[in-house]
């Protein structure tokens, strides 16, 4: 497990450009916003089987702790789950399915 002291150094760890990984703050609350890219690239199927095998035993997992019982939490991939435990929200999915579909992974929280 990786902690940050702040949300700045979240996003900076995400997305050192800033552009895909974006935290907002206003009087309604605060919102992060995290992707990687508008699509993944399209594999033919060769290369699908192959990257479904390789990344077979690999599992995709990010959580994190808000201060408040979140607003709003969703995954913008069908392989990605999102779970919740009181303040804490669990995205998940196997690696093969989101490595082999042609959706980039991405996330959004607010609180």
Known sequence: MIEFKDLDALMFYLDPSG???VHNSDTQGQEIRFSLGDRMPKLDPDMRLLAE???DPYAFSFSIQLPKAPLKAESTHPAITKRQEGNTVHFEGRMRDVIASE???GMVISW
């Open 103 to 105: 959706t980039a992974p």
């Open 53 to 55: 095998e390789a990344f």
């Open 19 to 21: 552009t895909l990984a």
